[in-house]
T-cell receptor, first 113, second 112 residues
């Protein structure tokens, strides 16, 4: 199983809403990532979790709050977002010790209205 | 700051032709990855290049890495329409786990 599953696939939320994105993998990977991708742009790293601990926060605004409840799950909690936060949010996982590729989920297409 | 640049940004080619996409990066790294992305879809891993001189081939695609020149190439042989997609290179910032910095992307369109 080389699958990273993200839910929901699409999300429309108002600027005052609170919502969460979910990501799940069962490959035994102990590193998990959130990337943000704007249209026609490359993905940009937001957060890295290694062994369920936050290892990298790329100066992401606090309205994005990541959580890693266990080694298989990664959440991204969203609150008071702005329209410019509309993007494709990609989750990925990899083995933290071996130089293998990261596997990406299908993404959540987020629209903030 | 690690910068990764690709060229060309857009490539329109005919089926059956050959072409090369270039990926230049600014800081020492010996881990480079190529991904494919179809419109509205996620990223599919194509190649993992982990050392100077590494060469990998899969079907009509071949990737290579020259760490001294900080350059990777993705060569397309006898292109077919199914190869139409956006191709990204990504460089790992040698942090022990994958802090990937993606290139600007090359949008490839293969026409009959």
């Amino acid at each position: 199983d080389t699958e990273v599953t993200q839910t929901p696939k699409h999300l429309v939320m108002g600027m005052t809403n609170k919502k969460s994105l979910k990501c799940e993998q069962h490959m035994g990977h102990r590193a998990m990532y959130w990337y943000k991708q704007k249209a026609k742009k490359p993905p940009e790293l937001m957060f890295v979790y290694s062994y369920e601990k936050l290892s990298i926060n790329e100066s992401v605004p606090s309205r994005f709050s990541p959580e890693c409840p266990n080694s298989s799950l990664l959440n991204l909690h969203l609150h008071a977002l702005q329209p410019e936060d509309s993007a494709l949010y990609l989750c990925a996982s990899s083995h933290p010790s071996f130089f293998t590729e990261a596997f990406f989920g299908q993404g959540t297409r987020l629209t903030v209205v | 700051e690690l910068k990764v640049e690709q060229n060309p940004l857009f490539l329109s080619m005919q089926e059956g032709k050959n072409y090369t996409i270039y990926c230049n990066y600014s800081t020492t790294s010996d881990r480079l990855y190529w991904y494919r992305q179809d419109p509205g879809k996620s990223l599919e891993s194509l190649f993992v290049l982990l050392s100077n001189g590494a060469v990998k081939q899969e079907g009509r695609l071949m990737a290579s890495l020259d760490t001294k020149a900080r350059l990777s190439t993705l060569h397309i042989t006898a292109a077919v329409h199914d190869l139409s997609a956006t191709y990204f290179c990504a460089v790992d910032w040698n942090t022990g786990f994958q802090k990937l910095v993606f290139g600007t992307g090359t949008r490839l369109l293969v026409s009959p």
